[in-house]
């Protein structure tokens, strides 16, 4: 479900995404597969960013953010940071944006996804 949100995400389909994505988490909790969870969680955070409700984004990013952290996904985790990092740069907390950025282009180093890095970095650009 998590995945398919994405999809429908990317396509601009947003009530249908955000629904994919309420379900994805609920089905998460229940199991406890909570890399499913904080993913659905980042896609919300994605989805809240594009339509300028920063309150609605940061909330869920930063719930992704413990998760993954507490998983040692840190694939996952340096790609919530990065969102993190684009809604706060969206919302104008460039410092903030900069945290975010530099810990997303740490974690990608480690993990040696240099196309990621270079991702990150085209962002903090902008």
């Known amino acids: ?3 398919l949100g994405q999809t429908y995400a990317n ?14 988490i609920a089905f998460a909790e229940t199991s406890h597969y909570l890399q499913v969870q904080a993913k659905a969680l980042v896609g ?11 309150a609605g984004a940061i909330a869920p990013l930063q719930t992704a953010l413990g998760l ?13 940071h990065y969102q993190c990092g684009l809604t706060h740069q969206a919302q104008g907390a460039i410092e903030m944006a900069q945290t975010h950025f530099q810990r997303a282009i740490q974690l990608f180093t480690e993990i040696q996804a240099p196309r990621q890095v ?3 970095e085209l962002a903090q650009q902008l």
């Open 68 to 80: 993954f952290e507490d998983l040692g996904a840190r694939s996952d985790l340096a790609e919530a």
């Open 11 to 24: 396509s601009g389909q947003y009530q249908r995404a955000e629904a994919l994505y309420g379900q994805a």
């Open 118 to 120: 270079a991702k990150v």
């Open 1 to 3: 479900m998590q995945l």
């Open 44 to 54: 919300l955070g994605e989805l809240a960013r594009q339509q300028q409700d920063w």
